[in-house]
């Protein structure tokens, strides 16, 4: 549901990116990601207006149904990076419409975007841009258990737990940090797992 200033999602199992500059209608159509990842893509009703250039949007089906709008803007995000250059302002509110004289072309109607393996991409950057991760500071610095807790609960922050694949891979995640003599991972998985199952 949208309306001019916000909007929410409800579910959806499909992603668009909209193009209006960055990426050639040529372009699209030859490259290799999308040839194994895209449904089809679409000309918008503005492609070749006067001074536009070439305008279009492509279309992804997740393999999973997406329930929660930070899963969605995290799988937008994720899928950005692989397909760089689309429009930065669409996220998981965003209403985009078909054209019916476009010029559509079919990548494949039976590829699915991996949604699990690009949210985890997508939440790791974002917390890697908070933090200001750099690896040689890491390493220059001494160990330190509480900083490393807070990053831990600050990347499940970021982690929606609606989904039993996401689930299952964070919990063999912090189970493997509580192997190596981390005590608190159990705890932090305990509170992410619950988050929305109270």
Not at 3 to 29: P, R, Y
Request: charged letters at 25%; glycine letters at 4%; hydrophobic letters at 35%.
């Amino acid at each position: 549901h949208k309306s001019k200033n916000n909007g929410t999602l409800i579910q959806s199992e499909f992603v668009l990116l909209d193009f209006d500059a960055n990426l050639s209608w040529e372009e699209c159509q030859k490259d290799e990601y999308l040839s194994h990842r895209a449904l089809f893509a679409y000309t918008t009703t503005s492609h070749q207006a006067p001074g536009k250039g070439d305008r279009f949007r492509i279309v992804f089906q997740s393999d999973l149904l997406i329930t929660d709008p930070k899963s969605m803007d995290l799988l937008i995000k994720g899928l950005r990076m692989k397909v760089p250059g689309s429009d930065s302002a669409i996220n998981s509110a965003s209403l985009l419409y078909g054209n019916p004289k476009a010029e559509v072309h079919v990548f494949d109607l039976s590829n699915r975007l991996p949604a699990q393996e690009l949210i985890f991409a997508a939440a790791v950057s974002d917390e890697l841009r908070r933090t200001r991760f750099t690896r040689p500071d890491y390493h220059d610095q001494p160990y330190d258990i509480q900083q490393s807790e807070r990053r831990v609960r600050r990347w499940l922050e970021q982690i929606p737990n609606t989904a039993y694949s996401i689930w299952i891979t964070v919990a063999g995640c912090l189970r493997a940090v509580e192997a190596s003599s981390q005590p608190w991972a159990f705890e932090a998985f305990d509170e992410w797992s619950a988050r929305e199952y109270a």
